[in-house]
Each structure stands twice: as C-alpha cells, then as structure tokens.
C-alpha cells in the first residue's frame, strides 16, 4: 500500500505516516510540507500497482470549503517533497493519486469535500501501471506548535488473484489446458469517497451484453469481455497442467473490479433479458480433451476495495459446456452404486424329439 507522510516543516520520514508540522508563518497562516514514501507490508502490491504518476492535494476548512488544491509536479514526485501555505485552523487533507480525464475535471470544480468525495469514476478510468487512489485525514494547525495527521493511500478497486489450480480429474483425463480466465458481474462504477451503489455491471453473467447480447458468451466468436484490461485473461497455447498436477499463476492472473458488495450466487440460467445483480464471479475456461469446459467460482464474501483476494481452484470433475451454460452453478451430489445377481427368470421352452 503507498503510504504518505506530511510534515510542517518536513520532519523525519516515519513510514506510515504523514506528518503535517507548522513553520515559523506569516501571521495566520503556515506551510504545509509533504513527504511521502514507500512502506513494504505483508502481501504487498507490485510496482505498478503502487505507481503514483499524479497526485492532488485538497484541503478543506472546518467547515467543509476547498482552501487549497495543489498538484505535484514533476520535480515535486521525483524528490517526493512539496509544500503549499494553508491558514491555521482545523484542516480535512484529502490525497488523490492517478485521477484523469473527466473525473479530474470534475473534482478541479468541487469547493466543497462532499462534492470531491460525490466525483464519479468507472473501472476504466484506472490504469493498469497507476490505479486511482484516495487518502482522507484531519488535522489542526496552530501557531507555534507541531500537528501531525497520517493517512495512507487505498486503491479504489478490489483485486482478484487466481493462485493454483489443480489437476485431479479421474486418470483417463491426463492433462488439461487452461484457456481463458475472466470476471463475471464485474461492478463498474464508485466515487472517490467509496459511497456509491453499484449500477454499472459489466460482463454480465459471463456474456458480451454490449456488442454481442446476453447470449454471447466471452472469449467465444471474437465476443471480448468489457474492460478487458481489468477483467480477462487469455491463454492462445493453453496453460498445461498435468494429472493430479497443479500451475501457479501467481501475478500472471489478476483482475480488477469496484467494490461488489452482493453476496448473493447467480443461481437458474443466466440467458434472460433482464440482470439480477450478484456477487462476482471468476469463471475459468479449461480444455479437455479438445473440449471447453466452464467454471464458475462465485467471490461471495463481498469485494471491498484495496483487498486482494485470492482464488484456488481444484478441479475434480467436468464444468459446464458451452451448450450446458457455463454461468450454470456446477452442483453435484453423491451418486452410490450398488450391484446385485438375479435369479434365472424363465426362457423359453424346447420340445424336440430326434
């Protein structure tokens, strides 16, 4: 997770934090000093997924209203080192990291911190070396006395990780290939302060909904899944996995969504006119024997935002077929055999004299 530390004037940098502390100002007013670094914890994110190629800082007074914007520059990130002036008083410090486009005009117009926190962003407006990423915290400047607040960077999507996945189909099977892995109900939209309900969807129920219909199954006919760079994965040659093998994808597999709070599994056939919004899904697509095969595990412990789940799967028997439907749930059940000898029932009858 990137972490900041905020200084008045730049104290030592103490990883975790921002410190804001106050300089000798002009009467009423102090400089606000910020330095941030790199903090490595415990499943920590990779390089690109840390990236800050932009970062905006918004200070609110107590009551709410913008009292300074200020965008790093270049120099600024590259000695991660700036400072801006600010009036004493109570302060909301709000961060914002790799925010362009139109949600970036629309937070350079907020004057309140509601409105900053109501801009709108859609899974494509992140990037795949610069995700979004807020940060929110308070703090008092006073004459003649340090302040100190903290606050650390949080990405605005979830991840999903697909670790291993195992090979233990009956021996006849031998080696499967993995072709595609992709998000299912995928929730587009949020806003900077995390608050918005999901209304965006895409890859509804594993099909092309925008180019193709609720029939068209992704990866299947030239159908693409929707934000694509997020939320599929292809294999052309297929990832071999041999008979009661197992293939850790490791970083080569994640995807990316906003939060889904909705915990509800996709249940009955997903080919109707109408989405009900579900939880997210993870469907890998395996070859067996020269045939696709669906399977669809369902993240119904909720996505929450800058979390990285991750996502093992074993495979024990076939998933669904094309035809079959592969948002189908895959139920299976015990099925016991028994066998029995039957007494001789009667034939026919031969009467012959030679």
Not at 48 to 68: C, H, I, P, R, S
Request: proline share 4%; hydrophobic share 40%.
């Amino acid at each position: 997770m990137k972490n900041l530390l905020i200084t008045l004037p730049a104290l030592l940098l103490l990883a975790g934090t921002i410190s804001c502390d106050k300089q000798d100002p002009p009467a009423a007013d102090a400089t606000l000093h910020i330095d941030w670094v790199d903090v490595r914890t415990k499943g920590a994110a990779t390089d690109a997924e840390k990236q800050v190629n932009t970062l905006w800082f918004y200070v609110f007074d107590a009551n709410g209203m913008l009292e300074t914007a200020h965008q790093c520059d270049a120099a600024e990130l590259s000695a991660r080192k700036a400072g801006f002036n600010v009036k004493l008083g109570n302060k909301t410090v709000y961060a914002i990291a790799n925010l362009g486009g139109t949600p970036l005009t629309s937070a350079k117009s907020c004057v309140k911190l509601s409105d900053l926190e109501a801009v709108k962003i859609d899974l494509t407006d992140n990037a795949t070396d610069g995700f979004v990423m807020t940060a929110k915290g308070s703090v008092t400047v006073v004459a003649d006395k340090d302040a100190t607040c903290s606050l650390s960077l949080a990405r605005a999507v979830a991840k999903v990780s697909l670790g291993t996945v195992t090979n233990n189909l009956p021996t006849p099977y031998g080696a499967v290939k993995v072709r595609q892995a992709f998000l299912c109900n995928v929730v587009g939209n949020q806003n900077l302060g995390g608050t918005a309900s999901p209304s965006t969807w895409y890859n509804q129920n594993g099909t092309d909904a925008k180019n193709g219909g609720k029939t068209a199954t992704i990866g299947q006919g030239g159908h693409k899944a929707q934000a694509a760079a997020f939320t599929w994965k292809s294999y052309d040659s297929g990832q071999s996995i041999a008979l009661n093998g197992k293939y850790n994808f490791s970083a080569g597999a994640v995807f990316y969504g906003m939060p889904n709070p909705t915990q509800a599994v996709p249940s009955g056939s997903p080919y109707t006119s109408s989405f009900t919004p579900t939880c997210t899904v993870l469907m890998l697509v395996v070859e067996i024997k020269g045939v696709l095969y669906y399977y669809p595990v369902p993240l119904s412990k909720q996505l929450v935002r800058n979390t990285d789940n991750l996502v093992n799967i074993k495979i024990i028997g076939l998933g669904n077929t094309l035809e079959e439907g592969p948002f189908n749930k895959i139920g299976r059940a015990g099925l016991t055999v028994e066998v029995g000898v039957l007494d001789w029932s009667g034939g026919s009858t031969y009467t012959e004299t030679i």
